[in-house]
Structure formats: C-alpha cells, structure tokens
C-alpha cells in the first residue's frame, strides 16, 4: 500500500506539473490551497529522495524555479521580467543559503536547519509569478483562487466554532480564547489559512469600492462578512488593530465614487450587525458566549494599560528582551536559522505534564525574529523588498485604467502594509503559510503593474495573410 500511494502521488504529480507549465497560475494556486488552507501537514504527500523527502508543494516550487532557465534558454519570445524588488529579494535569500549552510558545515541538525531554509525558499514564488502571470486572466483566476481558499477557510472556522475545541476539525491552534484572565466557553481559532483570510477580507473592501455594482447584488458583500467573522474568530488583536488601521488609510486615500461606495459599504455592515447580534446575543449559548468573549477582547484593545500587564504580553516582553540580547550579540549575520536564542524558562517551556518543550527558538515578534536568525545583514534586505514593492504599489494604483486594477492593486498593498504591522505580534515572515501569502501578495502587486505598463500588441494587417 505505501508503494501504490507513492506511484498514485507521483501520477498525479507528473499530471499537475505538466498542466502548470501551460496553466502556472493553477500550479500556484494549488501550492496555496496545500500550505495556506485547512490541509495538514501531516497529509501532504512527500517525494522520497536521498536522505530524506520532500512535499509535493516543494517539488512543484523547484519546477517552476527550473522552467525559468529552461524556457530562457529555448524559448526566443521569454524574457526574465525584471522588477525594482529582485534585488533585495535575492540578497536575503542569499543570506539564509548562507546561514544555513555555515550552521550544517557546524555540525548543527541537518533536518531542522533545511527545514527553516525551505520556508524562506518560499520566498522565491514571488519570481513564479512575476514571469509567469503576464495575463489579466490569469490574474482574475490567482485571485478568484484566493477568495476561494479564504471562503473554504472561514467556513471550516465557523463550523469549528459550532462543535467546539472537543472536536479538532483544523490543523492549528484551537483553544479556549480569554482576556485577562477571563474565559468565556468560546474557541479561538488559528488555521493554517487565516492568513489568507485577513488579506482577502482587506481585499474584499477594497474591490467592492472600485467595482460598482450594486451592494447587495454583489457576492463580495457578503463574502466580506463571512471573511470577517473568521477574522473575528482568530481572536487574533493584532489582526483586528492591522485591519482598522489600514482601512483608515485606505479611506484617507480614495476619493470620490470609491469614497461615498466605502461609506454606504461600512453603514450596511452596521446596520446588519444591529438587526442580527441582538436575537443571537439573546438566544444563550455558544452565540453569546462568543459576543461576549469578542467584545471582551476588542475592548482590551482601547485599555493599553490593562493590556500590556495581561499575562501574555509579561511573556513576550521576557522573550523580547532575551531576543535583544541575542541580536546585539550577533548583530551582523544573527545565530543562524532556528535556532534557540534563550535558555528554557519554567513554565513557558513545559506542557501541563512536565515535559519540555522545544520552542526556544519560537519569537512573536517576526522583526526580532529575522534579526535574531540572520542579523542585519538579513533584515534589511528583506525590509528593502517588502517596502520597495509596497511603494510602488501606493504610487502605482491611482495610474491604472481598470478599476478593478486598481481595487486589486490598493487592496494588495494595504494587505501587505497589514501583515506588516500584524509581524511585530506574529513570526508571519517565517511562518511556511505567511511567507507563500506574502510572496503571492507581492507578486500579484508587482504583476499587475507589468501587465499595465506591457504594450498592446500590434494590430494584424489582414492584408499579409
């Protein structure tokens, strides 16, 4: 049987990979709903190779890495299509093929350091997509995707939320959310793909202001609501506050039709919530243990004072300062990729049984985490490819024709601003999930603006035919 489910993988493997060569955005979009979805780990089929094995996921990466030179080197019509961002990108890469490479020369675990070296590998999508998605089709298809992964997403949670933490539904964490100190029967919810439904939710606001349509005729309507009761049920505050911040900027940017669309979008939102929340708030139950619980958490992010004595953030500062440590120790190329950075801490690193953990190497803070892992030679580049594509992202999308263009273009960049300011809470630039989001995010940003600027193609004089 392991034999016949090795052949099966690699039937279906050898099938996908020859339709992504014609169709890449399906390839990408696969990789996305394999990493970043509801799918364990666990149940991803692994390609055996020569001390050891990899995901199907990483397969179909090195393919598309290797079409590149291929298609270069025998097709005429393919051009490396450069953007400002390849260089910081490939810099930081750079960096952690070196630092990983300098830990196994070491003698430090060959497993794990590949193992945080294939999650950055990830990165590298971005380059997939900026020369393989040259089409407004395949664009609307890579998106459509996305929306699609974040619905299936948010669904699961929602039935996740229904049955409870007594039956695990999800891969992730899933677990009794509180503030404070005070839980109230509600679980919170942290799939592998609630990345992807934060961005499509930013994505969401920002399509149905640009494309108008009538609000409540418009599928993206309501799919907003469903994306944002996911986000809700992460628990997540960094999310929350990432979410508001840049849906401020994104209505100091807009202007008039998208302004007074966002306006009359956030008014139908408030008055659903005000006919919908007081018949299940009344109703008992898991209902109103989970407005409870919500509105306790969102109201301790206007109490900074109270929150930031809260026994999570005591353990984060610990963690801080020891990362601090560390990086002004090592301030130029870090202590190497997955490595631990601090002594073990009763009880921070001991389940409730007494057993050592082994998470000592684990940083909320994804900035800290990068400097601590690869120093500031690094960190800066990696801020470099993050803040060039965004730029360009802000001083592009106002110069685009199609309004849908430009809803794709501000909605991609305002998600990539918030999982930016989400990062000084969450490792999301070294999360396997969070990095493929963020290569795709840039990517697509960075994608739209060539297909844009491309010329159109000549017109054909009949009379030569």
């Given at each position: 049987m392991p034999q016949l489910s090795v052949i099966m993988a690699l039937v279906v493997g050898v099938f996908m990979f020859v339709f992504s060569i014609k169709r890449p955005e399906v390839g990408i979009s696969v990789m996305l709903i394999l990493i970043a979805s509801i799918i364990f780990e666990s149940a991803l089929p692994l390609v055996p190779i020569p001390g050891g094995s990899l995901h199907i996921t990483d397969v179909l990466l090195l393919f598309f890495l290797l079409l590149i030179p291929l298609k270069l080197l025998t097709d005429e019509r393919f051009r490396f299509q450069k953007t400002p961002a390849d260089l910081p990108l490939m810099l930081f890469y750079s960096v952690a093929l070196v630092s990983a490479s300098l830990l196994i020369f070491r003698g430090h675990d060959f497993n794990m350091v590949m193992r945080s070296l294939r999650g950055f590998t990830y990165y590298l999508v971005f380059f997939v997509i900026t020369n393989f998605i040259r089409e407004k089709k395949q664009i609307r298809f890579l998106v459509g995707a996305m929306f699609g992964i974040a619905t299936l997403v948010a669904l699961a949670m929602v039935v996740q939320a229904i049955v409870g933490e007594s039956v695990?539904?999800?891969?992730?964490?899933?677990?009794?959310?509180?503030?404070?100190?005070?839980?109230?029967?509600?679980?919170r919810i942290l799939p592998p793909g609630d990345i992807v439904v934060f961005v499509m939710f930013i994505m969401a606001i920002s399509l149905m202001s640009f494309v108008h349509k009538p609000l409540f005729a418009s599928g993206v309507f309501y799919l907003a609501f469903l994306l944002g009761i996911g986000n809700l049920l992460t628990f997540n505050r960094n999310y929350w506050a990432s979410i508001i911040i840049v849906l401020f900027i994104f209505a100091v940017l807009i202007s008039g039709k998208e302004k007074r669309r966002f306006v009359a979008i956030a008014a139908a939102a408030a008055i659903i919530f005000i006919i919908v929340m007081p018949p299940l708030v009344n109703s008992g139950g898991r209902p109103a243990a989970y407005y409870d619980s919500i509105r306790l958490r969102f109201r301790s992010l206007f109490t900074p004072t109270d929150t930031y004595k809260s026994e999570s953030l005591e353990w984060r500062k610990l963690e801080n300062r020891y990362a601090w440590r560390s990086f002004v120790r090592h301030p130029i190329l870090g202590i190497g990729l997955g490595q631990n950075y601090r002594p073990r801490i009763y009880p921070m690193d001991y389940d409730s049984r007494g057993r050592k953990r082994e998470l000592m190497s684990y940083i909320h803070n994804g900035y800290l985490d990068l400097l601590v892992d690869m120093g500031l030679i690094g960190f800066l580049p990696f801020l470099w490819f993050l803040l060039r594509v965004l730029t360009r992202g802000f001083s592009a999308w106002k110069k685009l024709d199609d309004p849908q263009d430009?809803?794709?273009?501000?909605?991609?960049?305002?998600?990539?601003?918030?999982?930016?300011?989400?990062?000084?809470?969450?490792?999301?630039?070294?999360?396997?999930?969070?990095?493929?989001?963020?290569?795709?995010?840039?990517?697509?940003?960075?994608?739209?603006?060539?297909?844009?600027?491309?010329?159109?193609?000549?017109?054909?004089?009949?009379?030569?035919?």
């Open positions: 695990r539904l999800l891969p992730g964490r899933i677990e009794t959310a509180g503030t404070f100190g005070q839980a109230v029967g509600a679980a430009k809803g794709l273009v501000l909605g991609f960049t305002l998600s990539g601003m918030a999982i930016m300011l989400s990062a000084m809470l969450t490792p999301r630039f070294s999360d396997w999930a969070g990095i493929l989001v963020i290569a795709v995010t840039m990517g697509l940003i960075e994608a739209i603006i060539q297909i844009e600027r491309m010329p159109l193609p000549a017109p054909v004089d009949r009379n030569k035919l």
